[in-house]
């Protein structure tokens, strides 16, 4: 039961599922550690994937918030009184 969590979770890409099913893994055979081993290699592999697909959107975004900040038009500090 734990082996099948454990593929439909690397299949489906949730990380989220993955890390609760490390906090609790049953005793397993020679042949269901092999496999969970195998599954955690590429769990491990498609976390590395997303977080570098955070790192890009994150630094997209940066570049966004700078570009409107530069054109963005300077105000002066101050009133601007004239009589």
Same mark, same amino acid.
């Given at each position: 039961m734990w082996l099948k969590q454990l593929k439909s979770a690397v299949v489906m890409r949730d990380v989220e !599922?993955? $890390?609760s099913l490390l906090d609790e893994v049953? $005793? =397993?055979n020679a042949k269901e550690l092999q496999q969970a081993s195998y599954l955690l290699k590429? &769990? &491990?592999n +498609? &976390? /590395?994937e997303l977080r570098n697909e955070t790192s890009e959107s994150m630094k997209k975004v940066r570049k $966004? +918030?700078?570009f409107l900040a530069s054109t963005e038009s /300077?105000? !002066?500090?101050g009133?601007? +009184?004239? =009589?």
């Open positions: !599922k993955v $890390s049953p $005793s =397993l590429e &769990a &491990a +498609i &976390a /590395k $966004s +918030i700078d /300077k105000r !002066k500090q009133f601007d +009184i004239i =009589l």
